[in-house]
């Protein structure tokens, strides 16, 4: 088992900018890759950005690409989502998430942090 809380979320005016935290703990040496995920009111859960443990690879939704950026703090087992140049379109709750090793999709989720956007 894997489990993860995300931190960081908040309201924050258009244009600027948050940085969301997603604390991993237990059976993290098995996973593969973390990744963010949002999903709006009404909406679909949406891909965001996800990081490769073994090696530095990263991949962005492409409203995410020049905006977003994740990142990793191996020795606190976190994961980070920079976001700059926020519009009311990001508003929702961004969730991280694992994918394990083993597995051909995400399999553990934290609770989720709301980020609003105000324009």
């Known amino acids: 088992q894997v489990q993860l809380v995300e931190s960081g979320g908040g309201l924050v005016q258009a244009g600027g900018s948050l940085r969301l935290s997603c604390a991993a703990s237990?059976?993290?040496?098995?996973?593969?890759?973390m990744g963010w995920f949002r999903q709006a009111p009404g909406k679909e859960r949406e891909f965001v950005a996800a990081?490769?443990?073994?090696?530095?690879?990263?991949h962005y939704a492409d409203f995410a690409q020049g905006r977003f950026t994740i990142s990793r703090d191996n020795a606190k087992n976190t994961v980070y989502l920079q976001m700059n140049s926020l519009k009311p379109e990001d508003t929702a709750v961004y969730y991280c998430g694992v994918r394990p090793m083993t597995s051909s999709g995400y399999d553990y989720w934290g609770q989720g942090t709301q980020v609003t956007v105000s324009s």
């Open positions: 237990g059976r993290t040496f098995s996973t593969d890759r």
């Open positions: 990081m490769w443990l073994n090696g530095d690879a990263t």
